[in-house]
């Protein structure tokens, strides 16, 4: 029986995620399967990858042949490195503990790679917020200036009308006081 190790579509529409899964060749894509060895998530940023290294290496030593993609799969997370290695274990080129430390080395080393390209991420998502916020702060000051310029010439305007009715209304007092002082 011809065993692939694939990729099995769950999730919704425009929203995917993925099962790695070894499975008979012949099944369909998203049918029965032999063995679910983990989680792919392409809509997260960086992609989520949960993979069974050791069910993955199992598998590749018994002639499992990944397809393309879950071979980058499989590659991204070191199964297929840790086949290589347990190659070299067979054929006495490599000690267990020699394999075993030279697989440990590289997962410290992929492990800071993906720590810096989040922290690259965030870095940049921060940046984008800050200039995001001084464009509208810029936007805002600007209305903030146009609305002042427009009611300006209106209270100046204002202002010229309260100063004059309070003169009027000084001239028009005393008439008014003249003729109250003429009654009397």
Known sequence: MPVKIRLQRHGKKG?????????????KRDGKYLEKLGIYNPNTNPATIELNVDSAVTWLQNGAQPTETAG?????KGALLKNHLAGGVRKGALTEEQAEEKFNAWLAQ???????KVGGLDKAKEEAKAKALEAEKAVSDKRAAEAA??????????????????????????ASDEAATEEK
Request: hydrophobic letters at 45%.
């Open 72 to 76: 980058r799969i499989l590659s991204y």
């Open 15 to 27: 929203k995917p995620f993925y099962w790695v899964v070894a499975a008979d060749s012949r099944a």
């Open 149 to 174: 310029a427009a009611l300006a010439p209106e209270v100046e305007e204002v202002a010229e009308e309260e100063a004059t009715e309070p003169a009027a209304e000084e001239t028009a007092a005393p």
């Open 110 to 116: 992929k492990e800071e790679i993906v720590t810096n």
